[in-house]
């Protein structure tokens, strides 16, 4: 697998926030994409540590997703905070996970997460839309660890 640096383009990321951002305007949900190079625990566990530091549990309507991933793990995960796995379907997680991992197997990593954002973005505006004087709670941008 490519080196964190390498794993997308300063384009490839830009063209992701512009993602969320788009997504975002839809929605008072937060989503955000975090990438780190190894996890050597339990996967789901540092996502969710991750989520912690990344402050996404501190959002007024519980509302955040993180897309998680770990690049020479071969490996992502989707997390959503309480507000919105109280409200979506139970295929939500799966039929996203889905849709990020068909691509990430062609190699397609911007595609996979933008296909994400979008799919997050979407129910999200359904279950929690935007309204005049929501706030963007959280930094759009792509962080690494």
């Given at each position: 697998?490519?080196?964190?640096?390498?794993?997308?383009?300063?384009?490839?990321?830009?063209?992701?926030i512009?993602a969320?951002?788009r997504?975002?305007l839809?929605t008072?949900?937060?989503?955000?994409?975090?990438?780190?190079q190894?996890?050597?625990m339990?996967?789901?566990?540092?996502a969710?540590?991750?989520?912690?530091?990344?402050?996404?549990?501190?959002?007024?309507?519980?509302n955040?997703?993180?897309?998680?991933?770990?690049?020479?793990n071969?490996?992502?995960?989707?997390?959503?905070?309480?507000?919105?796995?109280?409200?979506?379907?139970?295929d939500?997680?799966?039929s996203?996970r889905?849709?990020?991992?068909?691509?990430?197997?062609h190699?397609e990593?911007?595609?996979?997460?933008?296909?994400?954002?979008?799919?997050?973005?979407?129910?999200?505006?359904?279950?929690?839309?935007?309204?005049?004087?929501?706030?963007?709670e959280?930094?759009?941008?792509?962080?690494?660890?």
């Amino acid at each position: 697998m490519p080196y964190i640096e390498d794993f997308l383009t300063a384009q490839e990321e830009e063209e992701i926030i512009e993602a969320i951002r788009r997504a975002e305007l839809k929605t008072s949900g937060e989503i955000r994409v975090h990438i780190e190079q190894n996890c050597d625990m339990d996967i789901f566990e540092h996502a969710l540590e991750i989520f912690h530091v990344l402050k996404m549990d501190n959002t007024k309507e519980q509302n955040g997703v993180l897309i998680y991933v770990a690049v020479d793990n071969k490996a992502f995960v989707i997390y959503g905070d309480k507000g919105i796995n109280d409200v979506v379907d139970t295929d939500f997680w799966d039929s996203t996970r889905d849709k990020i991992q068909s691509r990430f197997k062609h190699g397609e990593f911007k595609k996979g997460l933008i296909d994400g954002i979008e799919e997050a973005g979407k129910v999200l505006s359904k279950h929690f839309p935007w309204e005049h004087g929501d706030n963007n709670e959280l930094d759009n941008t792509i962080s690494k660890g």
